[in-house]
Each structure stands twice: as structure tokens, then as C-alpha cells.
């Protein structure tokens, strides 16, 4: 499966820009996400609200913002869970059709794709019922 706004059904709704997915038609419903006691309309734009500096602190805000998402709206979690859960992700796809040059490194098949590995790492800790990830040595921002 293809995880992108593009798609249809649960494709579309695993991926950031709900929003964009739904004005698209590729859902119905919208998936607004609580972080840091702020609501947003979707994932991406808590993702780019709160984006920080490296790859690896981006990397571990998309795990924190996808662990809310998932927790927020646990219907994403059991459909994850009854497709195969874990192994399933890993064989999913992200690729958006973008032009950029290079390719984005959050694109790409299963696990070589920076999205797919946060959306595996967020679907483990949210099942776990774990905490999100720390962004910072004293604690996470976004509990």
C-alpha cells in the first residue's frame, strides 16, 4: 500500500497532509491531532509547526506527532493492526509523485523511506501504550 494524499481509503489517511487528502477525495473524514495542548488540523501541520533543526530531531518529532495521531484516533491503529500490523507497514510504500531532485529521503519503499521507519517505530510505541519520544533531555515537549 501506498501512503500518500493521493490515495484512496487508508493510504490516504496514514499520511501527514489529511487535509489535502480529504479535499481530494481520498477520505472522508479529517484526522486533527493534539500536540503540546495545541490542535491541528492534521499531522503535517503540527509537524511543520513544531520542526526543529537536524534529521534526527525531525525523525524523532514525525515518530512523536504519528504517535499522537495514532493514539487520537485508534481506529488508524486497529486498521494497522488487522492488516498485519508491524509487518505490514514495513511493506508499505511512500511516494508521492514529487519532481523534487533529489528525491525526498521521507519517500520511498518500506523501511528506506524516513516516513515509513516513524510510522513503524509510532505504531509500536502507540500499541505499547509507551510514552512519545523526548525531544529533549529533560522530557518530551509534546506530552
Not at 47 to 58: P, Q, V
Request: aromatic residues 8%; proline residues 7%; glycine residues 10%.
Amino acid at each position: 500500500m501506498n501512503i500518500f494524499s493521493g490515495e484512496i481509503g487508508l493510504g490516504a489517511a496514514l499520511t501527514n497532509p489529511t487535509e489535502l487528502a480529504k479535499h481530494k477525495g481520498g477520505i472522508t473524514c479529517s484526522y486533527p491531532v493534539v500536540v503540546s495542548h495545541r490542535r491541528f488540523p492534521d499531522a503535517e501541520a503540527a509537524y511543520h509547526f513544531f520542526k526543529l533543526g537536524t534529521a534526527a530531531e525531525n525523525d524523532r518529532l514525525m515518530v512523536t506527532v504519528l504517535v499522537h495521531k495514532l493514539r487520537q484516533h485508534p481506529r488508524l491503529l486497529e486498521a494497522i493492526t488487522q492488516k498485519g500490523g508491524e509487518a505490514f507497514l514495513r511493506s508499505c510504500t511512500h511516494l508521492t509523485n514529487s519532481t523534487r531532485n533529489p528525491p525526498s529521503t521521507w519517500e520511498g519503499v518500506g523501511v528506506k523511506s524516513r516516513f515509513i521507519q516513524a510510522l513503524v517505530e509510532s505504531y509500536v510505541i502507540a500499541l505499547a501504550g509507551g510514552p512519545p519520544p523526548s525531544l529533549t533531555p529533560q522530557g518530551s515537549l509534546f506530552d
